[in-house]
């Protein structure tokens, strides 16, 4: 094993998109910023020195930081944030994990920009277990905004209005043609026929759950959030605000240029955003005056093909890669997700937009969780988030328009270590029903159920995938539906769960659970580092 170190500088640039120029938190001025390879077994240093006047922070989105929260990176969480003109060096192993991740900024809205791609090799004498491909390509979905980020934040948290539908989305930070001014901000891969490919695909959008397609080709899925899965084809994938798919792709078509492209999946009652951004499946040898054409993509509101989409995800289960799924359940855990409305003087109408788990709007606090769990600091969480919520109702009945208010808090959930825990997501019909990704950091989990309409503690365990559930960091409660999942807390920190649509977060759609240290000495929290940032 080795270490590998990168330098992250963290600094302002200008760069035009769509006929405009505007300065951009980027690392080391590009945009996404450098992707991190390393082999299953390394270590990794990243040293992030922060030259701009935002307050940041880096999160390696999947990194499971075995005992090592320091590492972990969302600001107020795990660390304070790291100010302008200091630098803090992220130290961790890649320890058990291989495949496709991702990182990104995790403070406000600045991930809009800051992120990048995580690329984990397998051990060497561990080959992947498909074909090995002739060559492998990363594709990294984001969106872009005219405005100022932080200008599209302070609209939906400090005035109260929705924010700002982004202007473009893109892949490898580029539009693609069909947008203005954007022919050569178009991203190409180049490909020889007969040949296969792997594509290691992350949604790094803020708010948008997206549809990926390459016109006359079909995607096989092998890989998700870096765990292996049962292959199989399919001629468009779907992926999450969070989520990493790996596809093979076999470049057997006649030889020309073909539209990779991504649009979103919206089945929520909000204005429908059509656009799509493209990018090129280019034969070797085929002149660019040769056009391209598009792939059929499922519909913006293709409930459909997303629910049977995801029930084909499968983990591999081999005894190599073993789906080890929690088969008792000492922690029943139940969350209602819920959007709301709370008073707000300073806001154009009075109110604010908020969100809520068991209609606990989450507080953020003033110094890392992380730092006050370690060195016992009172006042600063409470742990007695509740296992339910405070009443019962017919979740995804009629919209509930009514006492929308919420209670706020910074109150998280306790876990004793080693327990096996079962949370069930429930997305309700409080204003509106909607599609929500959660993530939970330092850790996988098993989704051994989902379902629409309300969960029946009754009946639905009993259809449960306790075999092969996909096994994944970040998954989608379906629009209207629930969503169960399983680990063992076997990693002691505190660790964020939350929602990846960077709206409903800043809306207070988050909480955190506070694992706790085992009896052993190697079961506990390691020391903080040496330059951990202060608040
Ligand atoms: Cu990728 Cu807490 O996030």
Same mark, same amino acid.
């Given at each position: 094993?080795?270490?590998?170190?990168?330098?992250?500088?963290?600094?302002?640039?200008?760069?035009?998109?769509? @006929?405009?120029?505007?300065?951009?938190?980027?690392?080391?001025?590009?945009?996404?910023?450098?992707?991190?390879?390393?082999?299953?077994?390394?270590?990794?240093?990243?040293?992030?020195?922060?030259?701009?006047?935002?307050?940041?922070?880096?999160?390696?989105?999947?990194?499971?930081?075995?005992?090592?929260?320091?590492?972990?990176?969302?600001?107020?969480?795990?660390? @304070?944030?790291?100010?302008?003109?200091?630098?803090?060096?992220?130290?961790?192993?890649?320890?058990?994990?291989?495949?496709?991740?991702?990182?990104?900024?995790?403070?406000?809205?600045?991930?809009?920009? $800051?992120?990048?791609a995580i690329v984990i090799m397998p051990k060497p004498g561990t080959p992947?277990?498909?074909?090995?491909?002739?060559?492998?390509?990363?594709?990294?979905?984001?969106?872009?905004?005219?405005?100022?980020?932080?200008?599209?934040?302070?609209?939906?948290?400090?005035?109260?209005?929705?924010?700002?539908?982004?202007?473009?989305?893109?892949?490898?930070?580029?539009p693609g043609p069909l947008f203005p001014c954007s022919e050569k901000h178009?991203?190409?891969?180049?490909?020889?026929?007969? #040949?296969?490919?792997?594509?290691?695909?992350?949604?790094?959008?803020?708010?948008?759950?997206?549809?990926?397609?390459?016109?006359?080709?079909?995607?096989?899925?092998?890989?998700?959030?870096?765990?292996? %899965? #049962?292959?199989?084809?399919?001629?468009?994938?779907?992926?999450?605000?969070?989520?990493?798919?790996?596809?093979?792709?076999?470049?057997?078509?006649?030889?020309?240029?073909?539209?990779?492209?991504?649009?979103?999946?919206?089945?929520?009652?909000?204005?429908?955003?059509?656009?799509?951004?493209?990018?090129?499946?280019?034969? #070797?040898?085929?002149?660019?005056?040769?056009?391209?054409?598009?792939?059929?993509?499922?519909?913006?509101?293709?409930?459909? &093909?997303?629910?049977?989409?995801?029930?084909?995800?499968?983990?591999?289960?081999?005894?190599?890669?073993?789906?080890?799924?929690?088969?008792?359940?000492?922690?029943?855990?139940?969350?209602?997700?819920?959007?709301?409305?709370?008073?707000?003087?300073? @806001?154009?109408?009075?109110?604010?937009?908020?969100?809520?788990?068991?209609?606990?709007?989450?507080?953020?606090?003033?110094?890392?969780?992380?730092?006050?769990?370690?060195?016992?600091?009172?006042?600063?969480?409470?742990?007695?988030?509740?296992?339910?919520?405070?009443?019962?109702?017919?979740?995804?009945?009629?919209?509930?328009?009514?006492?929308?208010?919420?209670?706020?808090?910074?109150?998280?959930?306790?876990?004793?270590?080693?327990?096996?825990?079962?949370? $069930?997501?429930?997305? %309700?019909?409080?204003?509106? $029903?909607?599609?929500?990704?959660?993530?939970?950091?330092?850790?996988?989990? &098993?989704?051994?159920?989902?379902?629409?309409?309300?969960?029946?503690?009754?009946?639905?365990?009993? #259809?449960?995938?306790?075999?092969?559930?996909?096994?994944?960091?970040?998954?989608?409660?379906? %629009?209207?539906?629930?969503?169960?999942?399983?680990?063992?807390?076997?990693?002691?920190?505190?660790? &964020?769960?939350?929602?990846?649509?960077?709206?409903?977060?800043?809306?207070?759609?988050? %909480?955190?659970?506070? $694992?706790?240290?085992?009896?052993?000495?190697?079961?506990?929290?390691?020391?903080?580092?040496?330059?951990?940032?202060? @608040?």
């Amino acid at each position: 094993a080795a270490t590998k170190f990168y330098q992250f500088n963290i600094q302002v640039n200008n760069v035009s998109r769509l @006929c405009h120029a505007k300065p951009i938190v980027t690392v080391n001025g590009r945009f996404p910023g450098p992707t991190v390879y390393a082999r299953e077994g390394d270590s990794v240093q990243i040293n992030v020195t922060n030259h701009a006047q935002y307050n940041i922070s880096i999160h390696w989105h999947g990194l499971k930081q075995f005992r090592n929260g320091w590492a972990d990176g969302p600001a107020y969480i795990t660390q @304070c944030p790291i100010q302008s003109g200091s630098s803090y060096m992220y130290s961790f192993n890649v320890t058990g994990q291989r495949g496709t991740l991702w990182w990104h900024a995790h403070i406000l809205w600045l991930r809009a920009t $800051v992120y990048g791609a995580i690329v984990i090799m397998p051990k060497p004498g561990t080959p992947y277990p498909f074909p090995r491909p002739a060559s492998e390509e990363t594709l990294v979905f984001g969106e872009w905004w005219h405005a100022d980020v932080e200008e599209v934040v302070k609209q939906g948290n400090s005035l109260g209005l929705p924010p700002n539908m982004s202007d473009a989305h893109t892949i490898n930070g580029k539009p693609g043609p069909l947008f203005p001014c954007s022919e050569k901000h178009t991203f190409a891969m180049e490909v020889e026929q007969g #040949k296969t490919y792997l594509l290691r695909i992350i949604n790094a959008a803020l708010n948008d759950e997206l549809f990926f397609a390459i016109a006359g080709h079909n995607l096989t899925v092998v890989e998700i959030d870096a765990v292996y %899965t #049962k292959p199989f084809m399919t001629s468009a994938i779907l992926i999450a605000p969070g989520q990493t798919t790996n596809v093979l792709v076999h470049a057997n078509q006649m030889p020309g240029r073909y539209f990779m492209a991504v649009r979103p999946f919206i089945d929520a009652p909000i204005p429908i955003d059509n656009k799509t951004a493209t990018s090129i499946f280019q034969y #070797k040898g085929i002149p660019n005056s040769v056009l391209p054409t598009l792939p059929h993509l499922p519909s913006p509101n293709d409930t459909t &093909f997303a629910l049977s989409y995801n029930r084909k995800l499968k983990s591999l289960n081999t005894p190599t890669f073993p789906a080890i799924v929690p088969l008792k359940v000492d922690r029943n855990l139940f969350f209602t997700v819920g959007l709301g409305m709370n008073p707000c003087p300073s @806001c154009v109408n009075g109110t604010r937009l908020t969100a809520s788990l068991n209609n606990i709007t989450f507080v953020m606090p003033e110094i890392g969780l992380l730092e006050a769990h370690y060195f016992n600091t009172k006042g600063v969480f409470r742990t007695d988030f509740p296992d339910k919520p405070p009443t019962p109702f017919n979740y995804t009945g009629a919209p509930l328009t009514a006492n929308l208010g919420t209670t706020k808090g910074t109150r998280l959930v306790k876990l004793a270590f080693n327990s096996t825990v079962e949370l $069930v997501i429930q997305d %309700t019909n409080l204003l509106t $029903v909607e599609s929500h990704p959660f993530h939970l950091h330092g850790y996988n989990f &098993f989704v051994v159920g989902t379902g629409i309409g309300n969960f029946d503690p009754n009946k639905d365990p009993a #259809k449960y995938n306790l075999i092969d559930p996909p096994e994944r960091n970040t998954v989608g409660v379906p %629009t209207g539906g629930w969503t169960a999942i399983r680990f063992t807390a076997n990693n002691p920190g505190v660790w &964020f769960f939350h929602c990846h649509l960077e709206l409903h977060t800043g809306w207070g759609l988050k %909480t955190a659970f506070v $694992v706790e240290n085992g009896k052993q000495a190697d079961q506990t929290v390691l020391p903080p580092p040496k330059d951990l940032p202060q @608040c």
